[in-house]
């Protein structure tokens, strides 16, 4: 095992903490390159400490959000009941299928979804036009109220009521992000944000913070069982703490405090990024 | 308007605080433990602590001031945590007598204890 910088593991859970609270995303997309490519650690262990880091920045992330009554726990909680088998199907599956396929699969419907993500400006319907292209599912609503939620965004000052919709729909496609997640290693925010958002018509505030609840539950599991099989090292883990909890607070805080529409930009750039870094890893390119 | 235990959003809202209040308590108790192993570690020069203490030992451990044993303490505490959100959850929603969500907590429930029983094998 290489010599590692305990200050330089701290700053990388700084890092990884900010940019993982504050998108949904967990950080560990990050923090495997980081841990193998650059301080040399093998790679199974850097994949246990990354989960492990997940946990604890979901944990942090979702102990302040959840305060300011941003994440819908009801909806976490239905969500992960498909995400939690399609996460222990995807590590069965890991060594019977292709790894590079997939990546570059993903990666391209990734590039799809940021095109469908990016905010346009809304268009100015009259009122006839505007019941005549309502949601058909919004008539339907009744039998899922349980899952509507509410919050206050600083942001506009104001108060932001809204309904889940589709969420037979979420979880179907719940289950294929914990798949893709296992299979992956990519953590399941990357899905779980956009899904919530564009199919379930949850805000974006509330899909990260719902998003950092469902990421503890999906990677309690995987950490435990990395941990168990030896694959946590003391030594690389405790300098990590620290600085994911700071950026898991400093993300929750950016995110709370920013408009909803630069958020989504800013999200759309990580995942773009993540999309393209994924495709070329898959040609052997990175 | 008044809030009282009968408005839902009152329910939900004190449900909140309740697994925000536990996340913090156990996420400060674990930092606390992992914090506490850096310093030992560091004060009796010992930078490279070997693995996690198996769980049998830990009291033991802790008890000789074993750096390991302090992170592994605050990381199973940290690790465990989601099991606490599910827990708070369930009790609530049999208080509320919730018929949706409890269904959910209950799936949630056997669905994490097959996935070890799976995972582990």
């Not at chain 1, 990421?215 to 883990?237: D, K, Q, R």
Request: hydrophobic share 55%; aromatic share 6%; charged share 10%.
């Amino acid at each position: 095992m290489p010599d590692v910088n305990i200050w330089a593991l701290a700053g990388t859970g700084l890092i990884a903490g900010t940019l993982g609270s504050m998108l949904g995303v967990g950080g560990g997309l990050m923090m495997v390159p980081i841990l193998t490519l650059w301080m040399g650690i093998p790679m199974q262990y850097a994949i246990g400490s990354s989960l492990v880091s997940i946990v604890i920045n979901a944990c942090t992330a979702t102990s302040v959000y959840i305060d300011n009554h941003v994440t819908n726990l009801k909806l976490g909680l239905l969500l992960a009941t498909t995400l939690i088998p399609g996460a222990v199907a995807g590590a069965l599956l890991a060594s019977k299928l292709s790894s590079p396929v997939l990546s570059l699969l993903f990666g391209a419907l990734m590039i799809y979804v940021c095109y469908t993500l990016i905010p346009r400006k809304p268009n100015r319907l009259s009122p006839e036009e505007f019941e005549a292209t309502r949601d058909p599912h919004e008539k339907e609503h009744a039998p899922h109220a349980w899952l509507d939620g509410s919050y206050y965004d600083p942001a506009i000052r104001q108060e932001v009521s809204y309904q889940a919709h589709r969420p037979v729909t979420g979880m179907a496609t719940g289950f294929f992000a914990g798949v893709i997640s296992s299979l992956l290693g990519v953590g399941g925010g990357i899905i779980n944000v956009p899904v919530m958002n564009l199919l379930m018509k949850v805000p974006i505030k509330a899909a990260i913070a719902t998003s950092s609840l469902l990421l503890a539950f999906t990677t309690m599991t995987g950490s435990l069982i990395y941990a168990y099989n030896g694959y946590v090292m003391p030594y690389i883990i405790a300098p990590l703490i620290p600085g994911i909890f700071l950026g898991a607070r400093l993300g929750t805080a950016i995110a709370r405090r920013v408009q909803s529409r630069a958020l989504m930009v800013i999200f759309i750039v990580f995942l773009l990024a993540t999309s393209v870094l994924m495709i070329l890893r898959a040609l052997n390119i990175f | 308007m008044m809030q009282t235990i009968d408005n839902p959003q009152a329910k939900l809202q004190s449900l909140n605080k309740r697994v925000s209040l536990a996340l913090r308590i156990g996420i400060g108790i674990g930092l606390a433990l992992v914090l506490a192993g850096i310093v030992i570690s560091i004060v009796i020069n010992a930078p490279h602590m070997s693995g996690l203490t198996p769980l049998i030992s830990l009291i033991p451990d802790l008890l000789k001031l074993s750096p390991a044993a302090f992170v592994t303490a605050g990381l199973f505490i940290i690790l465990l945590l989601p099991a606490v959100i599910l827990i708070i959850s369930f009790a609530h929603f049999i208080g509320t007598r919730e018929k949706q969500p409890l269904i959910v907590c209950v799936v949630l429930v056997l669905m994490l204890a097959a996935s070890y029983v799976l995972l582990l094998k």
